[in-house]
Nanobody, 125 residues
Framework: QVQLVESGGGLVQAGDSLSLSCAAS????????MGWFRQAPGKEREFVAV????????DCADSVKGRFTISRANSRNTVYLLMNGLKPDDTAVYYC?????WGSGLSSPSRYRYWGQGTQVTVSS
């Protein structure tokens, strides 16, 4: 059983940057595709970005392309999400998740086996 703990959220102004971390325990993330999702109040959980086990493949939502970067350090059992040019629409609880597969459909939460508890990101205008 892999436990995931996100950190790095906070309150920032539009245009600022934040770096989120997701630390894993109970297992090695090197066995998993890792993703970031977010959920704003009253909305469904939304795909943000995904990265393959060896960092050879990645993808992100159109809404964050060019602003957010996902990366991972398997030696540290940690996944990162660097967020630049933050907008008020980016306000949400951000979750990291681990999937045993790589391929199509990884924008769907149903493809992920383990989830963190989330970290709040609030962007003021």
């Amino acid at each position: 059983q892999v436990q995931l703990v996100e950190s790095g959220g906070g309150l920032v102004q539009a245009g600022d940057s934040l770096s989120l971390s997701c630390a894993a325990s109970g297992g090695s993330i090197s066995s998993y595709t890792m993703g970031w999702f977010r959920q704003a109040p009253g909305k469904e959980r939304e795909f943000v970005a995904v990265i393959s086990r060896d960092s050879g493949g990645e993808d992100c939502a159109d809404s964050v392309k060019g602003r957010f970067t996902i990366s991972r350090a398997n030696s540290r059992n940690t996944v990162y999400l660097l967020m630049n040019g933050l907008k008020p629409d980016d306000t949400a609880v951000y979750y990291c998740a681990a999937s045993p597969v790589w391929g199509s459909g990884l924008s769907s939460p149903s493809r992920y086996r383990y989830w963190g508890q989330g970290t709040q990101v609030t962007v003021s205008s």
